[in-house]
């Protein structure tokens, strides 16, 4: 099995490697220091697995596998100590190790790896995943955005609405426009209702970058954002939503 | 309520004095019965003082009445209308009592008190009676509103003291998990390497422990003391992150033996490393500075940061801790800065620079 180690420590990465070089069939393709190098060596190097740590400069362990997404390989994600990351794992039946990792640990979670590859297991939804690890009532802080080989991190303060265009979002901030495939619904889920509102079924605003709201038709009105040129429709629900954020 | 004894009897030098100020009305009582009519002072006296006695004894009831009819809260009718009516029970069995004991005493001392006297008497026992019973009440209201103003300032100061200790407990109950797990980590990692290395990282995490530990039970320790905490707990921390942490101590000398709350330094360092450097792919360096000036001591920790760092959960805990932990224990005297900058994190804590007690 070919294996890619994540991790930032130094140590520890030289500690999993120690043990796996002692272990038949196991072979370490790579090593990973942080997030961007574990998305760009995954790609490249296409492991059949995966060692994670949950917590990393940058881009943690569960964004890293949303970043992959269907190129991900299988994995075992590796914490010291987080509670809802402990039960994500637990909810999603993926296999974690703890730090400091046991090796018959180690090897008994190579071992149920080997056997969902043959079995062809699908991995979990990384971004079900991170949902689930996420504190309860804590909402998304920023949005992972891949623009070829280059990962774009936008802090959802930046965020000024978000538009559904067929598969894709467009996420516009300060002027510009970036695209990532997910479904409104489920961005819709993840950020702070309290600041994004559902307007009309394909907009979604920072109320935040809101400067008035106009009438355009019979039960449709148009939001005009703080840039003063910006217009986005608003539905009938989508302005009772308004009226009930904003009173 | 608190305590159901009545405050004057439960203690014998309130009762005394209680009595002393009954047997002062007693005297007045006996001066006015001496002065209206042609009874000597002294046999007025006999007469008067077994009286004040009485109604003294009988004044200590107020306190249960007090006890149910609180001055704030009780509707003014019904504490007057009460109160007059205990009033009037209590004084009819006082005046009735001073007859009984006026006609005793004319049986067997006839000279003791004469005619005019206990003709007039009636008014004067009512009208004597009625002052001393509301001396007496108001006297028991401003007892009861003492002891419990005495007591809250009791209870405030315990609480403040509980509330302490909690934070220290806390403090010490707050020693990171991660940082337990991934030390062992790195040991775990250092025995196939590097043996010496995993020795004596072994050592510095006992070091650690059981320096964290003693510190905890006291109320002020040296600097130095705190420092040692801090470079063990950065030493074992630059093993497991390698070139990445780098660390820096800029201390004066003068400054060693200069009495610090335990435990103030420590949380400041290590958010400077878990919630600073660890989110650098580059790594950082954590300084630690601490100098004197003008009768202060100045702490300073400052550590690189990463302005996308997603907001850590519980970074503030630990350096809010150390913020109300000073100012309960310094209040004015001390004060600390916080300099949150896009890259730069920087907590400079002023505290009143004294010498820490040896031992």
């Not at chain 1, 969902?116 to 804590?138: Q, Y």
Request: glycine fraction near 6%; aromatic fraction near 6%.
């Amino acid at each position: 099995m070919r294996i890619l180690i994540v991790d930032d420590e130094s140590l520890a990465r030289a500690y999993l490697a120690e043990q796996l070089s002692g272990m038949e069939n196991m072979e370490v393709v790579g090593q990973a220091a942080n997030g961007f190098e574990a998305v760009k060596l995954a790609e490249e190097l296409s492991p059949d697995l995966m060692l994670l740590d949950v917590q990393m400069p940058k881009l943690s362990g569960f964004e890293v596998l949303e970043l992959l997404a269907e190129r991900a390989p299988a994995v075992v994600f590796i914490t010291a100590h987080d509670e809802f990351a402990l039960r994500a794992f637990e909810v999603h039946a993926v296999d974690y190790l703890m730090k400091p990792v046991e090796p018959a640990r180690l090897l008994a979670a190579l071992d149920r790896a080997m056997e969902r590859l043959k079995a062809h297991v699908p991995t979990p939804s990384p971004r079900a995943l991170a949902e689930s690890a996420r504190p309860p009532g804590r909402p998304l802080e920023r949005v992972l955005i891949r623009e070829g080989g280059r990962v774009h991190v936008l802090p959802v303060d930046k965020i000024d609405f978000v538009e559904a265009q067929d598969d894709y979002l467009s996420f516009a901030s300060g002027g510009k426009r970036q695209r990532k495939q997910q479904t409104m619904a489920e961005i819709e889920s993840q950020l702070d209702r309290s600041r994004f509102v559902r307007i009309h079924r394909s907009f979604l605003l920072n109320v935040e970058r809101l400067a008035r709201i106009e009438p355009y038709a019979k039960d449709s009105w148009l939001a005009v954002l703080a840039d003063g040129t910006t217009r986005l429709p608003v539905s009938r629900t989508g302005y009772s939503r308004l009226k009930e954020l904003i009173g | 309520m608190a305590d159901t004894r009545h405050p004057i009897t439960a203690r014998r030098e309130r009762l005394l004095l209680y009595l002393t100020v009954w047997l002062g009305f007693g005297t007045l009582l006996a001066a006015v019965i001496a002065f209206r009519g042609e009874t000597a002072f002294g046999w007025a006296a006999v007469y008067a003082v077994p009286l004040a006695v009485l109604l003294g004894l009988q004044s200590l009831s107020c306190w249960y009445l007090v006890q149910v009819l609180p001055a704030e809260g009780t509707p003014l009718a019904r504490l007057l209308g009460t109160w007059v009516g205990a009033g009037f029970v209590l004084l009819a069995i006082w005046v009735a009592a001073a007859l009984g004991w006026a006609w005793l005493l004319r049986v067997s001392l006839p000279q003791a008190l004469d005619d005019d006297v206990v003709n007039g008497l009636t008014p004067l026992l009512l009208f004597s009676g009625a002052a001393g019973l509301l001396v007496a009440v108001l006297g028991h209201y401003m007892l009861v509103a003492f002891e419990r103003s005495t007591q809250a300032e009791r209870r405030a100061l315990e609480l403040r003291v509980l509330a302490r200790e909690s934070e220290l407990r806390s403090l010490r109950e707050q020693l990171d998990p991660h940082f337990l797990f991934n030390s062992l980590n790195s040991v775990a990692a250092l025995i196939g390497t590097d043996a010496q290395a995993a020795r004596r990282m072994c050592f510095l995490m006992a070091g650690f422990f059981r320096k964290s530990l003693a510190l905890g039970g006291k109320h002020s320790i040296a600097l130095s003391e705190e420092l040692s905490l801090a470079e063990t707990f950065l030493a074992i921390e630059e093993v497991r992150f390698g070139e990445r942490l780098r660390t820096r101590f800029d201390i004066a000398e003068d400054v060693l033996t200069l009495a610090v709350p335990p435990l103030v330094l420590q949380p400041l360092v290590e958010n400077a490393v878990h919630h600073g450097v660890a989110h650098l792919i580059e790594g950082g360096e954590v300084m630690v500075r601490a100098r004197q000036r003008e009768g202060l001591l100045e702490l300073l920790v400052e550590n690189p940061c990463d302005p996308e760092r997603p907001p850590s959960r519980g970074a503030g805990v630990g350096l809010q801790n150390v913020r109300s932990r000073i100012n309960a224990l310094f209040g004015n005297r001390a004060s600390v800065d916080v300099k949150a900058e896009e890259r730069n994190f920087r907590v400079s804590i002023l505290l009143p620079a004294s010498q820490a007690r040896a031992g």
